[in-house]
Structure formats: C-alpha cells, structure tokens
C-alpha cells in the first residue's frame, strides 16, 4: 500500500532523509519511531506530496481523494462548533453534512455537535481532528505524533479507535516517540535517527533480535543501544 525505496531529502547542505527504505501493507498500522527532529514528518510530507525527494522513489496506493491526514498542527477553528468545522471540510470533499454526525460519533464526540471547539478539552481535539481526517472514509490514513502531550487514560482511548479504523479496513501509518504506543498499536514499525532507518520490523522481532531473554517488548531500550539516543 505505502513504499519508499531509497529516498533522500536535502533542505540546503543538510541532508535530513539518507537512503530509506520501507514497505507498508495494505489494512496495517505501521509506526515510524523516532525523536524530535528525526525525519518522521520530512516522510509524511513526501509520502502526501507536500515535498518532493531529492532521490529515490516511492508510492501510495492512494489517491490524493483517498488519504487523511493529521498533523500535529491541528488547524482547527476554535470558535467554530465541531459539525461547523467539519461541514467545511465535507463542503471541501463534496460530501453531504449527514457523514458530519457520524464522524463524529465514530470519534465518540456525538454529544459535542454544537460545542465550540474552544471549550473542547486537549483529547476531545485529538479526537475532532481524526474526526475530519476520516469523513471522506480514507484508504490510507497518516497521522503525526496522534497521541502528543495526551494523558494515559485519553491516548488509550484514541488507540481503540486508531485500531477501529484498522479494522474496518483503513491502512494506518503513524509517527511517534512513545515506543509503549508503538507496541501496543503497531504490526510493523521502523526505527529512524538522523534520518536513516536503523531498524525494521515487528516491535517482537526488533527487541527479541537485541535481547532474548526480555518478557515484553522494550523499543526505547533497543532505540537507546542502538543508536546511543533517547527517544523521551
């Protein structure tokens, strides 16, 4: 569903993406681990083709009609109620206003039709800008550190349905630093620092290669012996 085959991203003399390589399959969460500067973002910019790669190659089994996309800006707007500010973007796609109210009761946000969005709280945003990402019902959907700055009990909450969405047969590709997300949500993940991927594969596969005798998985363990950085 999502490829990229050797591809490389200059801003200047900087070169920010060195040669990377994945695979994404159709109707699985892939994550892309990594801290703060990274590339994680640099990847979904190509992959939606805000950026063009200076090497390399890569596709989507998407049309542009057919991917959602969440950013860590959320680009909402406060004063606006959640169906307002959806109706806009159901204007945008040429839907009907009738797909708003269900967005956002798949979100658990049904209750919140005429709530501004200034009086939602951090997780209910979260929620209302996933809520827009998957109106138009997206083949791919990519979303950017989903679960940022959230508390425990509201990122387990947006897990459920990012795994609803998998479900019902959305192919997910998600960054992150929280590698205790990552192996709770993810079939595949690949490991990048300084723009290479390090490692690729099942969280599983990737810990056991590095210890064996761990009972759970622990990739920010393997991030930090690998690569000497720490991804929190």
């Not at 945003?125 to 509201?154: M, S």
């Amino acid at each position: 569903m999502i490829q990229m085959t050797n591809i490389v991203k200059r801003f200047g003399d900087k070169t920010v993406l060195k040669d990377v390589n994945f695979r994404v399959e159709k109707q699985e969460i892939f994550g892309l681990l990594g801290p703060s500067g990274a590339g994680k973002t640099t990847i979904i910019n190509i992959l939606t083709d805000q950026l063009t790669p200076d090497g390399g190659s890569y596709q989507v089994g998407a049309t542009s009609k057919e991917i959602g996309l969440m950013l860590e800006e959320d680009g909402l707007y406060a004063r606006l109620s959640t169906s307002d500010n959806l109706n806009l973007f159901a204007g945008i796609y040429g839907m009907p206003k009738s797909v708003v109210q269900k967005a956002l009761q798949n979100v658990g946000l049904g209750n919140e039709l005429k709530t501004p969005v200034s009086k939602l709280s951090k997780g209910m945003r979260q929620r209302l800008v996933i809520a827009r990402a998957i109106l138009h019902n997206p083949k791919v959907l990519f979303l950017d550190e989903p679960t940022a700055a959230l508390d425990p009990a509201t990122a387990r909450g947006i897990h459920k349905l990012i795994q609803g969405l998998r479900d019902n047969g959305t192919t997910i590709f998600l960054t992150t630093h929280n590698m205790e997300e990552a192996v709770d949500l993810c079939d595949h993940v690949a490991l990048l620092n300084q723009g290479e991927i390090v490692e690729y594969g099942t969280p599983r596969a990737i810990c056991d290669k590095y210890n064996s005798y761990k009972t759970m998985p622990d990739l920010g363990a393997v991030f930090m012996q690998v690569t000497g950085v720490s991804v929190e």
